[in-house]
T-cell receptor, first 110, second 116 residues
Framework: GQQLNQSPQSMFIQEGEDVSMNCTSSSIFNTWLWYKQDPGEGPVLLIALYKAGELTSNGRLTAQFGITRKDSFLNISASIPSDVGIYFCAGQNRDDKIIFGKGTRLHILP | GAVVSQHPSWVICKSGTSVKIECRSLDFQATTMFWYRQFPKQSLMLMATSNEGSKATYEQGVEKDKFLINHASLTLSTLTVTSAHPEDSSFYIC????????????FGSGTRLTVV
């Protein structure tokens, strides 16, 4: 089935550093989504990408949809403590189902 | 807008009993709701898709008699874990979408099920 390969699996950074994570797939998705999940909570949508090559920002977050519709990256600038959590990329296919990547755990060192 | 409420947030039950989890869209009519399962430190795995008024569509490997899904109205879907066993312990999350919302889907806050 469709799978998303997300990397890195985890990151340890200093507060104030920039963060970059990416996602690739062998399948084409209509829509690419980036979510953040805090412990014990459901995922919250950060950014949605609809067009190939689209670059979208949401505050300190920037994400781009690859030209081939098979990859995307998410950047977080000037990280702060509340950025800690698990970030998931997800692709929405033709059946409107959302398939999730395995997640990137972001840790911020004191 | 686009708020999804999930209840209960956590539940502990004995093996062999059934547990019902509710997913409600509070401020919109959800034409489609999805149920996911998440094991610790793992990703969300889609279990089934439910459309209002019709039978749910289950993903490969998900037992439909084990996980009963009912989507009787445009604002409520329920997942019943029947004859629960310890291996059913997991975090269950629902999401809902509507033709009026383009920006992905809204997720509930999840239900932590522990079967003892």
């Amino acid at each position: 089935g469709q799978q998303l390969n997300q990397s890195p699996q985890s990151m340890f950074i200093q507060e104030g550093e920039d963060v970059s994570m990416n996602c690739t797939s062998s399948s084409i998705f209509n829509t690419w989504l980036w979510y953040k999940q805090d412990p014990g909570e459901g995922p919250v949508l950060l950014i949605a990408l609809y067009k190939a090559g689209e670059l979208t920002s949401n505050g300190r977050l920037t994400a781009q949809f690859g030209i081939t519709r098979k990859d995307s990256f998410l950047n977080i600038s000037a990280s702060i403590p509340s950025d800690v959590g698990i970030y998931f990329c997800a692709g929405q296919n033709r059946d409107d189902k959302i398939i999730f990547g395995k997640g990137t755990r972001l840790h911020i060192l004191p | 807008g686009a708020v999804v409420s999930q209840h209960p947030s956590w539940v502990i039950c004995k093996s062999g009993t059934s547990v019902k989890i509710e997913c409600r869209s509070l401020d919109f009519q959800a034409t489609t709701m999805f149920w996911y399962r998440q094991f610790p430190k793992q990703s969300l795995m889609l279990m089934a898709t439910s459309n209002e008024g019709s039978k749910a569509t289950y993903e490969q490997g998900v037992e439909k008699d084990k996980f009963l899904i009912n989507h009787a109205s445009l604002t409520l879907s329920t997942l019943t874990v029947t004859s629960a066993h310890p291996e059913d312990s997991s975090f269950y999350i629902c999401s809902a979408t509507s033709v009026n919302y383009r920006d992905g889907y809204t997720f509930g806050s999840g239900t932590r099920l522990t079967v003892v």
